[in-house]
């Protein structure tokens, strides 16, 4: 069982620490047709993402699709898609005369692995609870060929004995963000069912070049510059934890994102906050795990926290990006505040800031951050980052087979980053994904639940 707002001292799910998988194949797949190789340019978002996202998607039986003949479609659509996206079948390459990470469009493959496991698919526990064990539906060793090589995709099909089965994504975060992941999907279930693409992409990053010159028009605190700090202290928020981090999901029901909203609209005090402020769902959940997170490290009130969110830039820009664009075109907007304000000032104040975070990022703040990244060597910089998938969809997505059953990430072993995500049930709830020490878990299950019930 997930973690509810509404529990004291949630019991852990029951969940199998070994899903007792079997690879049976290990290969590389190529493009179905003759591809021209050339060099794709990466953008200064694209560049900062380099590693992997993984996801797992799963499927109950279907009677006209057993397990073998899902493994063949999967197989000759990856191969179709090789095309369309030709640089998922290439690599990632310095360029030496440019110094610029690019991708080789080279046609050495993309990996997809065989698999069953010796349980029934429901047998390996909730699907949307955040099982380190889900990890073995991802391929994780990339030398399919020879030693050293590193696919920027890989499929693996694991087939349960009921009948069911997970297709799990290993791809390059340089490939794809969110909302084009989530068009890739639907291409990858239209060429499973032998159909016409459901989207043409755009693969024309140019459009997301730095400026030249570069203009870096705005102050940009929400980014590390590496060349000011000295080297062997830098910290990514992208980086692995070294530390033994607790997995929880906290589920909000569609009425807690009510009752938090209302919450925000009663708490205006003072005149601190403008009454006319937009109040989303997105925005009071995002506040509402931000001073959790920041209130479950240490105790000084006078500490600041800054909390790091992906806004799409793609209807930012001017003109607009295609809705089609088949890279990372999402910027980290952010909100800083001291402790003691996010314990015990109004909630509206912070649901403000969450929103003004996002405002702020119009086209000359975006293009502002991407001339930043063409000067300067760094990152985005926060205590934590929240990544929403709760409403890219990839639930929705029509395969041949049907729609998925859940799809969720293999958990990050990374305590700054919390991810939201859609219910299992299909409601208009969220499921936040938490990974923390044992004592800030706990720490931060108590907040949640107190700011919920009381303000």
Request: proline share 7%.
């Amino acid at each position: 069982m997930g973690t509810s707002c509404h529990d004291a001292t949630p019991p852990p799910p029951p969940v199998h620490q070994d899903l007792k998988v079997t690879i049976h194949k290990s290969s590389m797949v190529f493009p179905s047709k003759e591809i021209e190789r050339k060099s794709l340019f990466l953008s200064n978002i694209d560049k900062i993402l380099n590693f992997d996202v993984e996801t797992v998607h799963f499927f109950g039986a279907h009677k006209d699709f057993p397990p073998q003949v899902v493994i063949e479609r999967c197989k000759n659509a990856l191969e179709d898609a090789l095309v369309i996206y030709d640089f998922l079948g290439g690599r990632l390459r310095l360029n030496s005369h440019t110094n610029r990470l690019e991708m080789d469009c080279n046609v050495e493959g993309a990996g997809f692995v065989v698999a069953s496991s010796e349980y029934r698919l429901d047998q390996i526990g909730e699907l949307d609870y955040p099982n380190p064990a889900f990890a073995q539906l991802v391929h994780k060793n990339k030398d399919f060929l020879k030693q050293g090589d590193d696919p920027l995709c890989v499929s693996q099909v694991t087939s349960f004995k009921c009948g069911g089965f997970a297709i799990g994504f290993s791809t390059s975060h340089t490939t794809f963000d969110g909302l084009s992941f989530k068009i890739f999907l639907e291409n990858f279930a239209a060429l499973a069912a032998k159909k016409p693409l459901a989207v043409t992409p755009c693969h024309d990053r140019h459009l997301l070049a730095a400026r030249s010159p570069p203009r870096v028009s705005f102050p940009h605190p929400e980014m590390l510059n590496l060349g000011d700090i000295p080297t062997g202290e830098e910290t990514c928020i992208f980086e692995t934890s070294t530390e033994q981090l607790d997995f929880k999901v906290f589920k909000l029901t569609s009425n807690d994102i009510i009752k938090l909203k209302e919450k925000a609209k009663d708490s205006i005090s003072g005149g601190t906050c403008h009454s006319a402020t937009r109040v989303t769902g997105f925005n009071v959940i995002t506040a509402h795990i931000w001073r959790c997170k920041a209130l479950s490290g240490d105790d000084d009130a006078n500490r600041s926290s800054t909390i790091l969110y992906a806004v799409d830039i793609r209807a930012r820009l001017n003109p607009p990006l295609p809705k089609s664009y088949a890279g990372n075109a999402v910027l980290t907007a952010y909100a800083t505040a001291k402790c003691k304000e996010l314990e015990e000032g109004p909630f509206l104040k912070l649901v403000e800031m969450v929103r003004e975070g996002a405002t702020r990022m119009t086209d000359e703040y975006a293009r502002s951050i991407i001339d930043w990244g063409e000067i300067n060597k760094g990152f985005p910089n926060g205590e934590v980052l929240v990544s929403s998938w709760w409403r890219l969809g990839f639930e929705q997505v029509e395969y041949p087979w049907g729609k998925p059953k859940y799809c969720c990430p293999v958990v990050y072993h990374r305590k700054d980053i919390i991810l939201l995500f859609p219910p299992i049930d299909g409601g208009d709830g969220v499921s936040i994904i938490v990974a923390l020490p044992p004592k800030e878990m706990e720490k931060f299950h108590a907040l949640f639940h107190k700011f919920l019930i009381s303000d």
